[in-house]
């Protein structure tokens, strides 16, 4: 079940769900990626599961990067309020518009899941980011009261490394975000504990 919406996308329903879980993948990543891990992760929630519009690569990403972890920031802004609107119109067009949204992004996903929050797009009640980084630090921090997060890390991620973890729990925290913390004592890639990690997260949701 899929309608024409702005992004190529999955949409799984779930009947009676209480919750809409928006899967964003990593670089070079699809729409299928994590939809066996979303439904691992909140079973039962709908999934709606958009593909990155940017092809700057060559493969799907959520926004442009002048190199590894210097993004492209207008970019990076606009491809952000498009993946908004696209989940507004989602939300409309299957019938979920009251359901309150998780994100749950991984590694490029994750950036752009923080950069949904960090632009006070109001879109996100929680969010499990699996090896993210800052994608940007707003001018003004947004209002995010009452909005839920698990940071997923890698000790040794060399890609998206640790210590920048540690500053997007400071921006989402002084936010007013509450913020938790899992570190997987591995690199970039995702291990069991990652997802038991973000099951526990979601059972509290
Ligand atoms: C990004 O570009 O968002 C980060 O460098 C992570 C990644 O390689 O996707």
Redesign the pocket.
Known sequence: MTAALSHIHRYVPAPGAQRLLLLLH??GGSEHDLLEIGAAVMPGAALLSPRGKSMDEGVP?FFR?LK??V?DLPDLHAKTAELAEFVREAKAAYGVADLPVTALGY??GA?VAASLLLSGTGLLDSAVLF?P?VPFVPEALPQLQGVQVLLASGEVDG??RPEESVRLAGLLEQSGAVVEQYWAPVGHGLTQGDILASQQFAARL
Do not use: A, L
């Open positions: 990593g670089t990403r990067r590894e972890g993004f590694s490029n950036n090896r980084m890609i998206c």
